[in-house]
Structures are given as C-alpha cells and as structure tokens.
C-alpha cells in the first residue's frame, strides 16, 4: 500500500487567485490522479499525472486553468489558476497501487470568495 | 460521464444490524470496487471484484455481482459506529486503461451507537 501526504488540507482564496496543491507518496507510482468531488457528488477525474510526460486531460478540464507538474516518481502538484467560486470543491490526488487499486491522499478543501 | 448509481444516497442503522448497499453501473467492466469515505478524508480502497466473480468477502465485508443485472451489492455485517462513512462504488470499465476508474455518487452510512 501506499501513504499520500497531500497538502494544504484546506485553503480560503480570492477570486482570481491561484492556488498550487502537493502531493506525496512514500513509494515509487507510475501513476497518479487527480480528482475533484463537489459537496455530496461523486469524484470526478481531472486528469492522469505519469511522471516524465505531459498530464493527460479528461474531457471539460484544460492544462491552463488546472496544471499540473509531475518531476519524479513520489511527488506532484495541481495548480487551480484563476479562481472562482465555481472552483470550490475538494481536491483528491490518488496512486495507483497494485492490482488496480488506488490509493488517496486526504484531500484539499477549497473554498473561492 | 457517471457510471455507478449508488443506492441507497443515505443509510441509517443502529449498531450491530447489518447495512446493504447497492450500485447499478451501465457499460461493461473490467472490475468493480468499493471505496469508503469518511467525512473530509480521501478515500480508502476496501475491496475489488473482477467481472468474472460473483461474490468476495474481506472480513465483515461482502460484495456480489451481477453482470447480467449489471449491479453489485455490499454487505456490511454487524455494523459498528465506526462504519459511519460514504461508500462508493467505482468501476474499471472494459477499454479503458486499468485505473481509469468511474465512480458513483455514494451512500451515506449512519451507524447509531
């Protein structure tokens, strides 16, 4: 299994601010995800994070509002650029484990004013 | 788009009876996961079944599939106030790549002391 440190764990913005969320894994992954869950909705993926090349983008989600960097195999970021209220939600990142399971972090709350 | 219809959005028991929770999915799969939240944490893998399996325990845990209902149940026995969470069900659908997961909208478990 694997550990993910994600931070911050929750963050208050301005509208029209960016805000850049870490997350670490304890392991060596492959793959890593980033997710969004609206309050009481299921979790959305925002895109897939392998190390070493571009992110890959689900669709309704674009590389300029929602970057992401991936450097090495434990650690990436997602950057929600040019905030708005509609932004607020909770941010996941997640690894793939063995045997096709994920592993979470424990999310960032983000609220946009 | 959304894959798992969890049912029911929202559960509630007293401590010790069993809770069954239940996801409809649309598309083909590869494999169908449960997953528990607990309120403002990320997510917890509890337990896979692959499309050729119909039943799988893991502790007090048990899930079926019905591909022909396209439709899986989990059971959870003897609940305790600690299985107070959401749970989801997610879902690895056929063509897509391994951890590209689907998930529902989840079911809302109160256990009651």
């Known amino acids: 299994s694997a550990v993910i440190s994600q931070k911050p764990s929750r963050d208050i913005c301005q509208r029209g601010t960016s805000l850049t969320i870490q997350c670490q894994v304890d392991?060596?992954?492959?793959?890593m995800f980033w997710y969004r869950q609206q309050p009481g909705q299921s979790l959305t993926l925002i895109a897939t994070?392998?190390?070493?090349?571009?992110?890959?983008?689900e669709s309704g989600f674009v590389i300029d509002k929602f970057p992401i960097s991936r450097p090495n195999l434990t650690f990436s970021t997602l950057t929600v650029s040019n905030m708005s209220p509609e932004d607020s939600s909770i941010y996941l990142c997640?690894?793939?484990?063995?045997?096709?399971?994920?592993?979470f972090g424990s999310g960032t709350q983000l609220s946009v004013l | 788009s959304q894959q798992g219809e969890e049912d029911p959005q929202a559960l509630s028991i007293q401590e010790g009876e069993n809770a069954t929770m239940n996801c409809s999915y649309k598309t083909s799969i590869n494999n169908l996961q449960w997953y528990r939240q607990n309120s403002g944490r990320g997510l917890v893998h509890l337990i896979l079944i692959r499309s050729n399996e119909r039943e799988k325990h893991s502790g007090r845990l048990r899930v079926t599939l019905d591909t022909s209902k396209k439709s899986s149940s989990l059971l959870i026995t003897a609940s305790r106030a600690a299985d107070t969470a959401s749970y989801f069900c997610a879902t690895g659908n056929s063509g897509a790549g391994s951890y590209q997961l689907t998930f529902g909208k989840g079911t809302k478990l109160s256990v009651i002391p």
């Open positions: 994070a392998n190390q070493g090349s571009e992110a890959t983008y």
């Open positions: 392991s060596q992954v492959t793959m």
């Open positions: 997640s690894a793939a484990g063995a045997n096709e399971k994920l592993f």
